[in-house]
């Protein structure tokens, strides 16, 4: 919660979970508290009132126009392109596979925790080798949990499919009792934007501002806002403006690491993400929120290489060089 500008508001909560668990091979609590936005809350904060609506599917696009799939053209001083990402092989994805349950329900998957931000014990009866996944368990705040199986990055992500047998296993071993005819929800998207070369300025996910390690976009974009508004109000390029060289030095740490967590032996991921969340909370918060924090991205990224064990910390070697040519 401490990621979303104090512009937003207050009252944009879904949830708010003060001591989310996670668990790679022992549990631990973050020091930070974790909240689940309220969608509509959130659309009515960002009022639209005076801005002119127009429902389409855009063609083409120049920094001063946008043509439509029916023949439309609408020009503009300036053409910001905010569509987002469509799944794509050539790029890294986050998959998910989850269900929402009663509070009583999901009481047994929780074991006594408030929520687990990761959960990554075995007993979803993944294959050894495969690509692993974790429990995100979350209350809503409406009397009911989410149970998601996620494959936090992979290319491709594990398949829906599989993600659901996994949850499955997962709660039945839990002694989970899922009631028929539940709500279902199910993630795909990119982690990583592509090196797009457009004379069109670009914004939210589409301009990178998916984090790779967590595939969070939504707090990023709304910190950024101020940032872009201001460029265009003095007349400058809105893209250098969001992305100044603290920024993209950070980006490109953080693509190592995605790197880093694409290569990684499936065995060793547990230990990894118990070492990253045995780092110090300010530590942890730099690598996950800090767009713009270099000193503090590099030494989490250091801290971890220190405390991991001699194979991950190959992994995590290879995946710098591969990233720095």
């Known amino acids: 919660m401490d990621e979303i500008p104090g512009w937003v508001g207050d009252d944009v909560w879904r949830s708010r979970i003060p001591r989310p668990h996670v668990w790679g091979t022992r549990e631990r609590i973050l020091g930070r508290t974790y909240g689940v936005l309220d969608n509509a809350a959130l659309h009515r904060r960002l009022d639209l009132t005076g801005v ?107 398949p829906q499919a599989e993600l ?16 028929a005819n539940v709500e279902v929800e199910r993630v795909r998207f990119p982690v990583q934007a592509p090196r797009e070369t457009t004379s069109v300025p670009v914004f ?28 265009l109000r003095r007349g400058h390029d809105p893209s250098k403006s969001l992305w100044p060289w603290p920024a993209r030095t950070v980006r490109r740490l953080r693509e190592m690491g995605l790197s880093a967590l694409l290569d990684l032996d499936p065995s060793a991921t547990a230990g990894f993400f118990d070492a990253f969340f045995a780092l110090p909370v300010t530590r942890q918060r730099a690598y996950l929120s800090g767009r ?12 971890l290489f220190r405390t991991a064990t001699p194979a991950t910390r190959r992994t995590l070697a290879r995946a710098g060089i591969r990233t720095g040519r």
């Not at 931000?117 to 996944?133: E, H, L, Q, T």
């Not at 659901?164 to 009631?179: E, K």
């Not at 969070?216 to 872009?228: E, N």
């Open 292 to 303: 713009t924090d270099v000193t503090g991205t590099v030494a989490a990224m250091w801290t």
């Open 204 to 231: 939210g996910a589409r301009a990178g501002l998916v984090h790779p390690g967590t595939g969070y976009s939504v707090a990023a974009s709304l910190t950024a806002v101020d940032t872009v508004v201001a460029a």
């Open 52 to 158: 002119r609506v127009v429902a389409g599917f855009s063609e083409a696009l120049t920094p001063w126009s946008v043509l439509l799939r029916d023949g439309t053209r609408i020009d503009a001083h300036r053409v910001i392109d905010a569509r987002g990402l469509q799944p794509d092989p050539t790029l890294a994805e986050q998959t998910a596979f989850g269900i929402v349950v009663p509070t009583i329900v999901a009481a047994p998957a929780l074991g006594g925790a408030d929520a687990w931000f990761m959960d990554w014990r075995p007993d979803n009866a993944a294959a050894p080798g495969d690509p692993p996944s974790f429990l995100y368990a979350v209350p809503l705040g409406d009397d009911t949990v989410l149970l998601e199986e996620t494959c936090l990055v992979g290319r491709p992500g594990l």
């Open 164 to 179: 659901r047998r996994r949850l499955d296993t997962r709660l039945a071993a839990r002694g989970v009792a899922v009631p």
